[in-house]
T-cell receptor, first 114, second 117 residues
Framework: DAGVTQSPTHLIKTRGQQVTLRCSPK?????VSWYQQALGQGPQFIFQ???????QRGNFPDRFSGHQFPNYSSELNVNALLLGDSALYLC?????????????FGNGTRLTVT | GQQVMQIPQYQHVQEGEDFTTYCNSS?????IQWYKQRPGGHPVFLIQ?????EVKKQKRLTFQFGEAKKNSSLHITATQTTDVGTYFC?????????????????FGKGTKLTVNP
């Protein structure tokens, strides 16, 4: 039973560039949430996808966008990268039908913006 | 705004000592979840508390949910080096929107536990 998988594991980008991060949810899960975790901080909610639609969004600018595919996998896109976007990006999957069901996190993508 | 707060931010103990981290919400929570993140790892779900005053145990870990459902605690008895990591509480917080509100799981900043063998 595969858990949540994320790719790539590490990424180095330059300011102003664009980046796409990918996530495959745990088998049987239909909901994907993305979190940003800066060093020494708790995960900050970016947005959540279910049935290929963004269902909830945190306090992140429009530079952060996402997509969910019919197979429930998801992408996080960040445009016009800033130094402050350097962080660990975590994908978490869950089941929509189970209200407030626990999140299963992937290992994350470490993004460094120089 | 609505938030989840955790104290202390850091805790260093000698192996065998007890450890407690506290979590407080500015609003009543429908439930609270606890996660552990090992150094270099990702958050891993530990437990969910739903009922007012609920107490749950997992071996040396004891989780409590306050009567008012606005606070929670995690207590570890006789810490071991395997307990090292950051412990996060997370609660679903309501966010108003133009098309109705929604809840999102909001994490505290965590308590980083280090254990001296």
């Amino acid at each position: 039973d595969a858990g949540v998988t994320q790719s790539p594991t590490h990424l180095i980008k330059t300011r102003g560039q664009q980046v796409t991060l990918r996530c495959s949810p745990k088998s049987g899960h239909d909901t994907v949430s993305w979190y940003q975790q800066a060093l020494g901080q708790g995960p900050q909610f970016i947005f959540q996808y279910y049935e290929e639609e963004e269902r909830q969004r945190g306090n992140f600018p429009d530079r952060f966008s996402g997509h969910q595919f019919p197979n429930y996998s998801s992408e996080l896109n960040v445009n016009a990268l800033l130094l402050g976007d350097s962080a660990l990006y975590l994908c978490a999957s869950s089941l929509w039908a189970f209200y407030n069901s626990p999140l299963h996190f992937g290992n994350g993508t470490r993004l460094t913006v120089t | 705004g609505q938030q989840v707060m955790q104290i202390p931010q850091y805790q260093h103990v000698q192996e065998g000592e007890d450890f407690t981290t506290y979590c407080n919400s500015s609003t009543t929570l429908s439930n609270i979840q606890w996660y552990k993140q090992r150094p270099g790892g990702h958050p891993v779900f530990l437990i969910q508390l739903v009922k007012s005053g609920e107490v749950k145990k997992q071996k040396r870990l004891t989780f409590q949910f306050g009567e008012a459902k606005k606070n929670s605690s995690l207590h570890i008895t006789a810490t071991q080096t395997t307990d090292v990591g950051t412990y996060f509480c997370a609660g679903p917080l309501y966010t108003p929107g133009t098309q109705g509100g929604s809840e999102k799981l909001v994490f505290g900043k965590g308590t980083k536990l280090t254990v001296n063998p």
